[in-house]
């Protein structure tokens, strides 16, 4: 390892979170930095106030949020130390996405990427838009920071297969956050993978692992709510859940908002892995992620649009976190099948190519400006549109670009000047 390269990793992941927190604080931008609760006028950087509130449903008010004690505790932990409850909030937000950051880049490693391979992985991790817009309307992150930090951290200890390790790091994420229960399945099926540690994990170590979080989230709960004055789920809670299907897709621009906001949680990250398993030197243990991502997947989104408000997008990138550090393999090595960068320069000597592109690049544009509508905000205070139109067209590129490859019968990894047609491919 050269000299000075431990610090290109952290380095790299403030700039990244650095950047993300610039947007969240940009004038032109909504996030909840700057909502203002009746006349208030903002003074600083943050709507004090409104975060101050924030804190105060997670913690007192809001019987679903009052479950999920551990980031409100460590903001008043931090808030007694010295910053205001506000910065408090955005500090532990951030500081966990950083963290966040290097754990996929761990993890990257771990499964024998090399280390641009996962620089990638944590790049693409930070400019996805539930981690980069994190805090936008109507993403509204609060307990996720923390609850991502602990799954990252249990995914690494599970491919180790360090099993104590694995359950306490559960135990945790369950505690931030109990839709981690909707991550067991694949948790369960990556420890019975012989590829995936040094060993098959027998089925009653996977089992134990998994039971025991489950058993002590109870346990924590059956304490924790008595003391807090709250009863089980109530009847009320439970009904206004059912509901929230037919609000997600009562008419067609709420249909349009819930399925759009969708398609940014998880449509670049389903694009990468899916180029990530189709390639033939994928390794089984990858492929075995893959799978496990795939079958959150479904049942994430089953959950999210049927008992959730699906416009807040971070309830949808929850399964991505199971394969987030094959996404810069993924990337990396498409990039090379495509001939670097400038492969993509090929369509311009194809003028077929470049209308078809031209004319479903226009529907996209149209897509976004009609169908994509926003409940909670305008479109011209947030970046929502913005991202949704970018990575729509990076993927249509891509997919641009491979069809008159094979069209002209180019293999993969030529270089792209060299595989440009001199007749400008008519």
Partial sequence: MKKGSIWITPLRGIVLTLVSFLLHIAPFNTSMFSVQMGNEVQEGLLAE????????????????????????????????????????????????????????????????????????AQVIFHVLPTVLFAFFTPIYTYDEPLQYFFILLSLGWLLKQKWVLFAVGLCGALLARETTLILFPAFLMIGLHGNMGPAKGPFWKVLAALAFPIAAYALFLFHYLPYRGLGAAPESELTSRGQ?????????????????????????????????????????????????????????????????KAKEARLQFL???????????????????????RGYLRLTRYWPGLLLFGFLTCLIVLFSDHLFHLSDGERNTNLHHEYFVAQSVLILLNLCTTAYMIKKGIPPGVEAESALPADGGA
């Fill in 49 to 120: 106030r409104y975060l101050s509130y924030v804190v105060e449903v997670h913690r007192d008010l809001e019987p679903a949020f009052v479950r999920r004690p551990l980031t409100t505790w460590l903001i008043e932990g931090l808030s007694m130390v010295g910053p205001t409850e506000a910065w408090s909030f955005v500090i532990i937000g951030f500081g966990l996405f950083f963290v966040c950051g290097l754990l996929v880049h761990g993890l990257a490693l771990q499964l024998d990427h090399s280390r641009r391979e996962a620089a990638a």
């Fill in 244 to 308: 929230l299907f037919h609000a997600n897709f009562e008419t067609a621009e709420l249909a349009g908002e819930s399925l759009s906001f969708l398609y940014l949680a998880v449509g670049l990250p389903i694009f990468l892995v899916l180029l990530h398993a189709f390639h033939t030197r994928a390794p089984e243990r990858h492929r075995t992620l893959v799978r496990a991502f795939l079958f959150t997947l479904f049942i994430n989104t089953l959950i999210v649009l049927v008992a959730t």
């Fill in 319 to 341: 399964p991505v976190l199971l394969c987030a550090p094959l996404f810069g393999r993924a990337w990396l090595v498409d990039l090379r099948r495509i001939g670097g960068l």
